[in-house]
């Protein structure tokens, strides 16, 4: 199955700055996903990111706060923007593909 | 809105023995079952995926799916304590995106 490298692995981010997370697959996809897991829960669907058009968010989830690109069919961005202590979280991305294959995820502490 | 359902635990059992884990969903259209370990503080590992009704093994590892009672289980035979973690049930409902449950945390006692 396919790789994909996610950085970074973990970050300490200050309240109100933002943070861009990378995922970068071996092989081409047609949409990845962007899951939110926040501690001691499961993983949450943000949005899906499709090559060419604007991310699809899951209700609850808004493009200000979490803007997402995806250039080509290899890579795609999420960033979480004016950040607070709530949005420490371990944040995820995946490709379609069955089954799903994860990055290795990013740990983010706002502090 | 579409739901997956599993017993947080933690879930104890004694080395050697069946851990038995449980998963319903509310989406009668769910066509793919998937069930994922996670280590702490790791991203989710793909252990097994099943798309029809039955029995499938894996080793150690026995997934079963009953599309009538919405029901997806999880075995796993003579357990170790290197299989303790947390258990995420997940269904794809459309293209590949996921739904998952809570997941069930698993400790398999020496």
Do not use: H
């Not at chain 1, 997370?21 to 996809?29: E, M």
């Not at chain 1, 939110?36 to 060419?52: D, E, H």
């Not at chain 2, 009668?28 to 099943?50: A, D, N, T």
């Amino acid at each position: 199955s396919a790789v994909i490298s996610q950085k970074p692995s973990r970050d300490i981010c200050q309240r109100g700055t933002s943070l861009t997370i990378q995922c970068q697959v071996d092989s081409q996809v047609t949409m990845m996903f962007w899951y939110r897991q926040q501690p001691g829960q499961s993983l949450t669907l943000i949005a899906t990111a499709n090559q060419g058009s604007e991310a699809t968010y899951e209700s609850g989830f808004v493009i200000d706060k979490f803007p997402i690109s995806r250039p080509n069919l290899t890579f795609s961005t999420l960033t979480v923007s004016n950040m607070s202590p709530e949005d420490s979280s371990i944040y995820l991305c995946s490709g379609d593909g069955s089954p799903a294959f994860f990055g290795q995820g990013t740990r983010l502490t706002v502090v | 809105q579409k739901e997956v359902e599993q017993n947080s635990g933690p879930l104890s059992v004694p080395e050697g023995a069946i851990a038995s884990l449980n998963c319903t969903y509310s989406d009668r259209v769910s066509q793919s079952f998937f069930w994922y370990r996670q280590y702490s503080g790791k991203s989710p590992e793909l252990i097994m995926s099943i798309y029809s009704n039955g029995d499938k093994e894996d080793g150690r590892f026995t997934a079963q799916l009953n599309k009538a009672s919405q029901y997806v289980s999880l075995l796993i035979r003579d357990s170790q304590p290197s299989d303790s973690a947390t258990y995420l049930c997940a269904v794809d409902n459309a293209g590949n995106m996921l739904t998952f449950g809570g997941g069930t945390r698993l400790m398999v006692k020496p």
